[in-house]
């Protein structure tokens, strides 16, 4: 049963950084891209940062908000991705979740929500003062 669980959430102030965890189980990590995602109320969902399957040399991608901000990576040896955010800002507060799905060779850019296959459940990030 494929299975993915954020944690690292949680309230901070501008200016500070957090790092969210992804843990994955229940379906072939190396061949699924990881994305993560983020909703503020009233908005829709939408796409900050993916990393494309180990089998496709795992590219990263940022949205243009989080560009020289947040970092995707993932635990050597662990099916885990993070996502390390720095210099955060009230207008990155929502539920972030990260999704996984597959995707021609190298791409995952795309972030259409449809085309990922599972979710977790989200965690809530707050920034403010």
């Known amino acids: 049963q494929p299975r993915l669980v954020e944690s690292g959430g949680g309230l901070v102030q501008p200016g500070g950084s957090l790092r969210l965890s992804c843990d994955t189980s229940g379906f072939s990590f190396d061949y699924y891209a990881i994305g993560w995602f983020r909703q503020a109320p009233g908005k829709e969902r939408e796409g900050v940062s993916c990393?494309?399957?180990?089998?496709?040399?795992?590219?990263?991608d940022y949205a243009d908000s989080v560009k020289g901000r947040f970092t995707i990576s993932r635990d050597n040896g662990k099916n885990t991705v993070y996502l390390q955010m720095n210099s955060l800002k009230p207008e990155d507060t929502g539920i972030y979740y990260c999704?996984?799905?597959?995707?021609?060779?190298?791409?995952?850019?795309?972030?259409?929500?449809?085309?990922?296959?599972?979710w977790g459940q989200g965690t809530q990030v707050t920034v403010s003062s």
């Open positions: 990393r494309s399957s180990a089998m496709s040399g795992a590219r990263t």
């Open positions: 999704a996984a799905g597959r995707f021609f060779g190298d791409y995952c850019s795309g972030y259409v929500p449809g085309e990922y296959d599972y």
